[in-house]
């Protein structure tokens, strides 16, 4: 799997992709994580990318131009799809994460300021994604989260594909609750259905255990 960023800060796509299991992965060759930063394609020569919006408002707005020659830069792959980070986007979901991981490469458009030309969008983008109902400054954080998400899913990235199959939403209930050593701490102790080795047992407390909180937490999945 490719994953190509537009950023203004590719900096920050770096750091945060060269980390834990994603960093692992691209060590690996499972997949790799490419920032390009939008800034070198600018045809400006202070290479500006941003301008002023029409009609007026607060903020400056990312120029179509630059998005548009630093996507038409990036090799394309046939399995391919362009998604911009966005509030206005439909949320990101562990179906979308699933179906995402299906493609060979994932470009994603990060904006920044007021956002972006709505041109680039429509010209560049297959879709827009959310990664929640709230606004943050750039959309490089998103970028790295969509990633993350889509990147475990990925074959041989995690050791095992039962890692996210029996996970918090993956399998349709919010996780069980786990527990290692030691087995009392601060007065808390281990349920003792955990420590007896009865198998059985235990799949049927943390069946019951999983229903329970995702009843409390998110009966919505219910």
Same mark, same amino acid.
């Given at each position: ?84 980070? =966005?509030?206005?986007?439909? $949320? /990101? *979901? ?9 493609? #060979?490469?994932?470009?994603? @458009? ?19 994604? =959310?990664?929640?109902?709230? $606004? /943050? *400054? ?9 990633? #993350?998400?889509?990147?475990? @899913? ?69």
């Amino acid at each position: 799997m490719k994953f190509d960023v537009l950023t203004l800060f590719p900096g920050l796509i770096e750091q945060v992709c060269a980390t834990s299991i994603v960093g692992r992965a691209q060590q690996a060759g499972t997949l790799t994580v490419t920032p390009h930063n939008i800034r070198d394609y600018s045809a400006d020569k202070f290479r500006r990318v941003d301008d002023t919006p029409y009609g007026g408002g607060r903020g400056m707005l990312m120029s179509v131009q630059p998005i548009f020659d630093c996507h038409k830069a990036i090799a394309k792959n046939e399995r391919s799809r362009t998604i911009y980070m =966005s509030p206005t986007g439909a $949320v /990101l *979901t562990q179906k979308k994460a699933a179906e995402l991981a299906q493609l #060979d490469q994932i470009i994603i @458009l990060c904006g920044h300021y007021e956002g972006v030309d709505r041109r680039a969008i429509d010209l560049i983008c297959d879709e827009e994604l =959310s990664i929640g109902d709230y $606004v /943050l *400054t750039g959309g490089e954080l998103p970028a790295c989260v969509l990633i #993350d998400a889509v990147g475990r @899913l990925i074959p041989d990235v995690l050791s095992d594909n039962v890692c996210h199959e029996v996970e918090s939403i993956s399998c349709g209930m919010l996780e069980f609750p786990q527990y290692t050593r030691p087995a009392e701490f601060m007065g808390l102790t281990v349920p003792p259905v955990l420590t007896e080795g009865n198998h059985k047992q235990i799949e049927q407390w943390r069946n019951k255990a999983a229903l329970e909180l995702t009843r409390r937490n998110r009966p919505d999945l219910l």
